[in-house]
């Protein structure tokens, strides 16, 4: 089964610019994998921020975006708030196999 | 607003079986593809199975194959997890959640697998 990786842990200044990866073992991460990305604070159920590489919900504030970047995908926090600090996730599909996340990415906004 | 409430966790015991289920509301739900993703004490999330828009196609993480059914009913935009054989391992919060522009999530149910 595919290994998707991000960064373990990543603090940005609050008013910064941060961005999270998500990899794959399998290869480089396009479109065709429909990236999302997910926030998580504790205690509360995961909320989508992204979905299919750089699709907002209603709900995602407009300094979170997503893209492709060097292989990977990519979520870009820009003008981190306090309130942004949590533990994030990517996941990634496989045509005909199913879905992976990745390890998470524990975000301190300090 | 889309809105998703699951039911059915609980305790069981080792070899027992539950059916968790997801009732959706303000989402499109015929179009959308459905999930059950799970979250084990203190760790990260596992995306479980998905089912796509009227049932036609399954998929299992490998740990819960032929343990597991996902199932679905469009016409009461819910959808449902049949978990047989559980073991400790299975002992997580259990998430529906949607994808694409219906990717909005439920607030979990505990099942707690324990002898």
């Known amino acids: 089964q595919a290994v998707v990786t991000q960064e373990p842990s990543l603090t940005v200044s609050p008013g910064g610019t941060v961005t999270l990866t998500c990899g794959s073992s399998?290869?480089?991460?396009?479109?065709?994998?429909?990236p999302y990305w997910f926030q998580q604070k504790p205690g509360q159920a995961p909320k989508t921020l992204i979905y299919d590489t750089n699709n907002k919900h209603s709900w995602t504030p407009a300094r979170f975006s997503g893209s492709l970047l060097g292989g990977k995908a990519a979520l870009t926090l820009s003008g981190a708030q306090p309130e942004d600090e949590a533990e994030y996730y990517c996941?990634?599909?496989?045509?005909?196999?199913?879905?992976?996340f990745g390890g998470g990415t524990k975000l301190t906004v300090l | 607003e889309m809105q998703l409430v699951e039911s059915g966790g609980g305790l069981v015991q080792p070899g027992g079986s539950l059916r968790l289920s997801c009732a959706t509301s303000?989402?499109?739900?015929?179009?959308?593809?459905m999930n059950w993703i799970r979250q084990a004490p203190g760790k990260g999330l596992e995306w479980v199975t998905n089912i796509n828009y009227d049932g036609s196609q399954e998929y299992y993480v490998d740990s819960v194959k032929g343990r597991f059914t996902i199932s679905r009913d469009n016409a009461e935009s819910s959808f449902y997890l049949e978990m047989n054989n559980l073991r400790v391992e299975d002992t997580a919060v259990y998430y529906c959640?949607?994808?694409?522009?219906?990717?909005?999530w439920g607030q979990g149910t505990l099942v707690t697998v324990s002898s």
């Open positions: 303000g989402l499109k739900f015929s179009t959308c593809w």
């Open positions: 996941l990634v599909s496989y045509s005909g196999v199913g879905v992976v």
């Open positions: 959640a949607g994808s694409g522009y219906c990717s909005s």
């Open positions: 399998t290869g480089a991460v396009t479109s065709g994998h429909h």
